[in-house]
């Protein structure tokens, strides 16, 4: 069974910073995209950074220099560090992962279970 597990929310003042980890773990033979996701409050999922198995990246303009999304490829494990934090970043950030794994090496988005993240003074 594939699983994600995150790592890193919490609360912090504006400004400030936090570093989110999506750590895989199961049987898996490769990892295509992986990124971030999240949901504040009365508010519908967004996608907030992707990063592609080779690298290449993406983000949604409200976080593009501000946030980074790195991975490690031989860790299965992909990062957002989140700098200049504001308020309006609060939310459950959620990874993904776009993985061909399991007993039957078929292909599937798997997701992590969520983090809070809260920027507030």
């Known amino acids: 069974q594939v699983q994600l597990v995150e790592s890193g929310g919490g609360l912090v003042q504006p400004g400030g910073s936090l570093r989110l980890s999506c750590a895989t773990s199961?049987?898996?033979?490769?990892?295509?995209?992986m990124g971030w996701y999240r949901q504040a409050p009365g508010k519908q999922r967004e996608l907030v950074a992707i990063?592609?198995?080779?690298?290449?990246?993406n983000y949604v303009d409200s976080v593009k220099g501000r946030f980074t999304i790195s991975r490690d490829n031989a860790k299965n494990t992909v990062y957002l560090q989140m700098n200049s934090l504001k308020p309006e970043d609060t939310a459950v950030y959620y990874c993904?992962?776009?993985?061909?794994?399991?007993?039957?090496?078929?292909?599937?988005?798997?997701w992590g279970q969520g983090t809070q993240v809260t920027v507030s003074s």
């Open positions: 993904y992962a776009d993985i061909v794994g399991g007993p039957v090496r078929k292909r599937n988005v798997y």
């Open positions: 199961g049987r898996i033979f490769s990892i295509y995209d």
């Open positions: 990063i592609a198995s080779g690298g290449s990246t």
